[in-house]
């Protein structure tokens, strides 16, 4: 999740979907 975080939207991505964190990362 971390890595997502780094991301504009990839922190709220993570918890909403934690498929969509493969893609960021």
């Known amino acids: ?3 997502g ?3 504009p939207k ?3 991505i ?3 979907d934690l ?3 493969e893609k960021y990362e």
């Open 1 to 3: 999740m971390t890595k």
């Open 5 to 7: 975080g780094a991301l």
């Open 10 to 12: 990839g922190s709220e």
């Open 14 to 16: 993570d918890i909403a």
């Open 19 to 21: 498929g969509s964190q």
